[in-house]
Structures are given as structure tokens and as C-alpha cells.
């Protein structure tokens, strides 16, 4: 009689995980590309991730009144992820309302963490896309300087709107762009400890990744299906904003088709649209479907008997 049996309420399986943890592991994950950015791009790469991510932190600590800065690290993660798709060197005040917009239109306005439909970095970015376009597109594009910290850049065109580039400085990372969209190798490299971690799945940037190519290589033969993964955020996104657990689908079918129609929407955008960079949209416009994915892609209930039209 002493051992009775305790029924409460799901979830019965546990996780020593908790959301602190996994929003550190994402944040050392973005430490590789976070350390090139500020490698090739000096001190104005490390002013715009640390005003990110300070604005943004202070903004969730505002609207949930808590004296905890860091709170659950998802802000710092999010200011991080919002700078990692702005260029070297923006106004600082475009990256702090950029972050703002992100915690508090893109987060907190549905109710917080795990309740947001989009991801809110990205819609951080769209904000700023639609709102200060000038100043994340155009000749605002900075040469990298490698051990530069503190040298004069100069402008230069991106990769995407550039002509041919190396295959291998896009690897590396030795081109202009955004801070987090440079280096392949950096992103993969921080990828690989949220694999490890378990914290993504290959489903999406596989996905992703695998249509980005399909169409580059049907536009412009081998050389242009790895220079669509290479350059721009096709990488960024694939492996660090569409595999965001909230707002991307949770069965595995599910995770495919969505990874598949982020790069299909990417692609259209930079093949045939008015913008060079197709991402966020992509991105974004999935996140909306993701309910929708998941409806249709859940597997059958074990016992569970259809309906009869009799």
C-alpha cells in the first residue's frame, strides 16, 4: 500500500533539457560565425551583434517586467540571429528597432516563447527590409579585412548581385555580405554541435539546402547550384532560422515538405523577383504554413478507425 500509483498530467516523459540549456547550445553554436564576422569585419561586426543583442534582451525584460536580464537566453538569441542577417555596419539605431520589432512584435505579442508563429529574428529583419531597405541593401556591402579590427572598409558588391565569385573565398567566408551569410564553413561548424546536441534535424536544411541547388544547377549548370548554397543566407537559414523548434513543423514528413518550400520560395524570389535575397521571405511565408504541415502530415492514431461514409 505505500507504492500508489500517481496519474498527472502529460507531458509523462521528461527531459533533463531544459530552455535555458538549448538556447546556450544555439548560442555557441553561432560563436564560429560570430568570431569570422568579427575577424573579416572588426569592431563595427561586434557593435552591431552586441547592440542586437542587448536591445533585444532589454526589451523582453521590459514587457515581462523581470529583473533577470538574460532570462531564458531565447532574446540574446534572437538579437544574435537578427544581427547575423544585417550588414557589417548599419546605424546602430536600425539594429536596436530591428530587435525591438523582433521581441516584441515577432514574440511577445502572442504570448511569448513557444507561442510565436514567426520566427522572430526574421520578422526583426522584414521590419527593416520594408521600413530602412537603404541601409541593408545597396553599396552598404564592406570588404573584408582579415585581422583588421580597427582598418578603414571600404564598399563592395555582395556575392549575389556581384559577378562570379570564388567557390572557395564563399566557403571560407572572404567575401562581403551579412555578418552571419560570409562564412559556410563558420556556419557549419556551429551546426554541426546543434546536430550533435540533437537540437535540429537534417529534414529541413536538408530539404532546403537540396532545392536551392536543384534550381541553381537548372539555371546555370554545377556552378550556380553551389553558389546559391554558398552565398547569401541560403546557409544561415537552412541550418539556424528555419530549424526554429517553435516555429517549424514537429513530424518528420512535415519538416521535409516545409525545408523543401523555404528553398523553393528562396529561389523564385532570387531568380525571378525584384530582390536579391529570398530567405526571409521563404522562410516566413512556411512559418505561416507550418499549422497546416502539421495537420496534414500527423500519422494516424494507433487504433483509430475512419470514419464511415455508410
Not at 48 to 66: D, G, N, P, Q, S
Not at 197 to 212: C, E, T, Y
Not at 274 to 292: Q, Y
Amino acid at each position: 500500500m505505500e507504492k500508489k500509483l500517481v496519474v498527472s498530467s502529460s507531458p509523462h516523459f521528461k527531459s533533463p533539457e531544459d530552455i535555458q540549456g538549448i538556447m546556450i547550445d544555439v548560442l555557441i553554436a553561432l560563436i564560429p560565425a560570430a568570431l569570422m564576422a568579427v575577424f573579416l569585419f572588426g569592431y563595427r561586426a561586434l557593435i552591431t551583434m552586441v547592440v542586437a543583442m542587448v536591445a533585444a534582451m532589454a526589451t523582453e525584460a521590459i514587457i515581462l517586467r523581470k529583473s533577470d536580464f538574460f532570462g531564458d537566453g531565447s532574446a540574446a538569441v534572437t538579437g544574435l540571429l537578427l544581427a547575423m542577417t544585417l550588414p557589417p555596419a548599419p546605424p546602430w539605431w536600425v539594429v536596436a528597432i530591428g530587435s525591438v520589432v523582433a521581441i516584441a512584435i515577432g514574440k511577445q505579442i502572442y504570448g511569448g516563447l513557444g507561442s510565436n508563429i514567426f520566427n522572430p529574428a526574421l520578422v526583426g529583419r522584414a521590419i527593416l527590409v520594408v521600413s530602412w531597405g537603404s541601409y541593408l541593401a545597396g553599396d552598404v556591402w564592406l570588404k573584408p579585412v582579415p585581422f583588421g579590427f580597427t582598418a578603414d572598409l571600404v564598399t563592395k558588391a555582395s556575392p549575389l548581385v556581384a559577378d562570379k565569385t570564388s567557390l572557395l573565398d564563399l566557403f571560407i567566408g572572404t567575401v562581403p555580405g551579412c555578418l552571419g551569410e560570409t562564412s559556410a564553413l563558420a556556419l557549419l561548424i556551429g551546426a554541426a554541435w546543434l546536430f550533435y546536441k540533437g537540437h535540429i534535424d537534417w529534414r529541413i536544411p536538408g530539404g532546403f539546402i537540396g532545392i536551392v541547388f536543384i534550381f541553381g544547377l537548372c539555371s546555370g549548370g554545377l556552378y550556380d547550384g553551389v553558389f546559391h548554397i554558398l552565398a547569401g543566407g541560403a546557409m544561415l537559414g537552412a541550418l539556424f532560422m528555419a530549424t526554429d523548434m517553435v516555429t517549424s513543423p514537429v513530424t518528420p514528413v512535415g519538416k521535409l515538405i516545409f525545408g523543401i518550400g523555404c528553398g523553393l520560395i528562396t529561389m523564385l524570389i532570387r531568380l525571378f523577383g525584384s530582390l536579391p535575397e529570398g530567405v526571409t521571405f521563404g522562410i516566413l511565408l512556411m512559418n505561416g504554413l507550418t499549422p497546416l504541415i502539421d495537420n496534414f502530415t500527423l500519422p494516424q492514431k494507433f487504433g483509430e478507425v475512419k470514419k464511415s461514409n455508410a
